[in-house]
């Protein structure tokens, strides 16, 4: 695994081309009329070193398709059209939905074509809502993402989009930490345990705060994703849901052991029968061990049932 300490470097004294500085930033949402606001979780990129290295980072380029989650005023936008990439992006803000063409247009009309903004919430967007991602073959999410929701993003387009097979995020360092983090340490919880359902993910970078307007109060970092499992059936996702619930309710109670805070969803021939120690706690499971107790849970349930439904019949035969 590669991490950089610092996104923030020489970069900045290349030539920008159409990529924006504070100074643009600041103009544009002046004329705009756009002030970030911490419902939407807006924090805003004025380094053009920074999105360049982001969007390298996301290998994208002539041919690649990519969603961008919360475009904000467009700095990272440009600099993954810059790529040669094309770009649908997923605006949750009105205003910023709506001035972001005129900013493509503006600054680099070049990449027009190859650019779409949708004002959508994240967590609602579904594949008919973005026909052209829906088509392709594959695309990359490529984003900056809101600190207070970027899991539940994540997870929820893995879910939606099967041809999602690989991200770069900028998000909350403290996010990035659980997002990577492996079995057996303290930040390891549900993020960690669900991502590794759908493949794996590392550290890219660790940017400062600096790079942003108005300034966090936290640092940030970059995480990068590879797809390695997609959900092909209507049984597959229901293993998902089950091996999920599971998850949740380990990490709910995770001082607990996985005997106690499971009790009233799996039996305990079950742990046994998954080969896990019921005395183990929830952050010792990869999410394959948690797919083992589910599929454990169904296969002992349903054992229970045929016990229990053919007990009259033996009762009389027995008579």
């Known amino acids: 695994m590669t991490e950089n ?19 643009d930033i600041r103009r544009i949402a002046a004329s705009a009329g756009v002030t970030p606001t911490k419902k939407f979780g807006q924090n805003f ?18 041919g690649s398709r990519v969603m961008e989650v919360g475009p904000g005023l467009g700095s990272l936008t440009l600099a993954i059209l810059e ?54 073959e594959s695309f990359t999410l ?26 770069v995020v900028m998000v909350q ?18 993020p960690s345990v669900k991502l590794q359902w759908f493949g794996t993910a590392e550290k890219a ?23 390695t499992h997609t959900d092909r059936t209507e049984a597959d996702e229901d293993r998902r849901r089950r091996t999920f619930a599971l998850v949740d309710a380990a990490f709910a109670q995770r001082r607990k052991t996985l005997h106690a805070a499971l009790r009233k969803t799996v039996p305990a021939d079950a742990f046994a029968s998954a080969g896990i120690d019921p005395s183990a706690r929830g952050e010792t499971l990869t999410i394959d ?18 016990t229990l439904t053919s007990r009259p019949a033996e009762t009389e035969a027995g008579r």
Request: glycine share 8%; charged share 25%; no cysteine.
């Open 289 to 306: 061990r948690f797919a083992a107790l589910a599929d454990a849970t169904i296969t002992d349930a349903a054992v229970t049932d045929d």
């Open 5 to 23: 300490t610092d996104m923030h470097d020489s970069d900045n004294s290349a030539g920008h081309g159409g990529l924006l500085g504070a100074a």
């Open 45 to 62: 990129v004025i380094d053009p070193g920074t999105v360049r290295r982001i969007a390298r980072t996301a290998e994208v380029g002539d």
């Open 205 to 227: 970078g660790t940017i400062g705060r600096n790079v942003f307007w108005p300034a966090p109060n936290v640092d940030s970092a970059l995480v990068r994703f590879t797809r």
């Open 83 to 136: 790529t040669g990439a094309a770009v649908t992006a997923v605006e949750i803000d009105p205003p910023l939905a709506e001035r972001l063409p005129g900013t493509i247009a503006e600054r680099m009309p070049e990449a027009v074509e190859r650019f779409d903004v949708i004002n959508r919430d994240a967590l609602k967007v579904v594949p008919a809502d973005t026909p052209d991602l829906a088509a392709a």
């Open 142 to 167: 490529v984003a900056n993402l809101p600190y207070n929701v970027a899991t539940p993003i994540i997870i929820t387009l893995l879910e939606r989009y099967p041809n999602l097979t690989g991200f």
């Open 173 to 190: 360092k403290e996010v990035a930490d659980r997002l990577t983090a492996g079995p057996g340490s303290k930040i390891y919880g549900t």
